[in-house]
Structure formats: C-alpha cells, structure tokens
C-alpha cells in the first residue's frame, strides 16, 4: 500500500473517526435524547429474538473486551504471565469460539429485520447498514484467525498492538509504520472497525454507552398500584 495512503488511513482516519463519533455523540444525546435507544422491535416478533439477542450480545462483549485487553496491554506487562505465541494462541481460540457464537447471533437478526415485514418496515436505513457493516466485520475478523495460523509467533499480533498503543499515546507516524507490513486482511479488519466507530453516533448502537449506566441508577417503576 502506498505510504501516504497507509499514513491517511490508519495513521489520520481514527483520530477524525473518534472525533466525529465524540462529537456527534454529544450534540444527539443533547438533542435528541428519545433516540438514544436501542429500538428493540421484539414486540412486533419474539420468536427466536432471545435467542439470537444473546448469542449476539455475549459473543460482542467477549469480542470487544478481548480486543481491549489484547491490543492495549504493553508487552512488558503481559510477558511476566503469558508468552506472545501462547497469548496469539488463547486470543485465536476465544476469538473463534465468541466469533462463531457471535455469527450465529447476528445472522438470526439480520435474516429477520430483513424477512419479517413488520421488522423491515420500522427498519431505517442505518438500522440495517450497521448490521451489515458489523456482519462484515466479524467476517473479516474470522478470517484473520484463518490467516494467523500461517504465522504463530505473534508477530502480527505484535505489530497490532504497537498500531493500537501508537495511536492512543498520540504518535501517527509510528502507527503507519507499525502497521504497514501486516496482511491486507487485517489492515480491512482494522479500516472497518474503526468506520464503525465513525458512523456510531447515527446508529443505535450509541445505547452501548447510556444502558449499562441508566440500568444501575434506574428509579422503581410502578405498574399497578395498589387499590384500597
């Protein structure tokens, strides 16, 4: 890939990524706060939306905290518990297993929101893009397990950790280096992980940030009350 390019996209892109999603977070929370929601439409059809809302939602959490921890870990930390081999090891099982359950997940909600009339009609447009945009996501996250068995030393692994670190501690530069000579598979992987994080603020996927916190200071509700 060419260098200046390589620099735009995986040296520049994030930052004007993260801008936009903080940016476009703030000003539709101050807004337009009724839809910062995630919309569920499991009244319109349940049947097997528990079981698809699961498997979506735990093989993401595993996912995202598994990148989290893996990429954000300087290696000075982890080597004093696990080699680089081993932790490409454990990061390629679980990736697959949460990947898969993951899969299963997001096909079931996909199939439906565009099968089931009732769905697809209270469906807008960013409600199914986002779902295809994560499908493809999670594809080309499976994939880049398919790839790592050609080199289990880590060493890829290394030089994305080293692109993730480079970019959070504010050096551009030595993160379009570090990630330059890695397959096209995983530079795909990183460029729509990070397009994700572009279009959050337009998606529902912004109740990510709000439900975990109105969950624990939620207020009793009351359903009926008490007649005397």
């Keep these: 890939m060419n260098m200046d390019l390589n620099f735009i996209i995986f040296a520049l892109y994030p930052y004007l990524a993260l801008a936009i999603c903080v940016i476009g977070c703030w000003i539709r929370f101050d807004r337009e706060q009724y839809t910062w929601r995630a919309g569920s439409s499991q009244l319109m059809r349940s049947k097997g939306m528990v079981v698809a809302s699961n498997c979506f939602h735990i093989g993401i959490i595993f996912i995202l905290a598994g990148h989290f921890v893996g990429l954000l870990t300087p290696e000075s930390i982890y080597h004093h518990f696990i080699s680089t081999p081993t932790k490409q ?109 572009l279009v959050f603020p337009f998606t529902r996927l912004t109740h990510i940030i709000s439900a975990p916190i109105w969950y624990l200071g939620r207020r009793y509700q009351i359903v009926r009350q008490k007649q005397y």
């Design 89 to 197: 090891l454990v990061a390629m099982v679980s990736g697959g297993i949460f990947g898969i359950i993951c899969f299963i997940g997001l096909t079931m909600l996909i199939y439906r929101r565009l099968t089931d009339p009732r769905v697809r009609a209270t469906s807008s447009f960013s409600d199914i893009g986002i779902l295809i945009l994560l499908y493809i996501q999670l594809l080309l996250g499976l994939a880049t397990i398919v790839v790592s068995t050609s080199h289990m030393d880590g060493s890829v692994m290394v030089m994305l950790a080293n692109w993730a670190q480079s970019i959070v501690t504010l050096r551009p530069s030595e993160a379009a280096l570090a990630i330059s000579p890695v397959h096209l598979i995983y530079k795909l992987h990183v460029f729509f992980g990070v397009s994700i994080i």
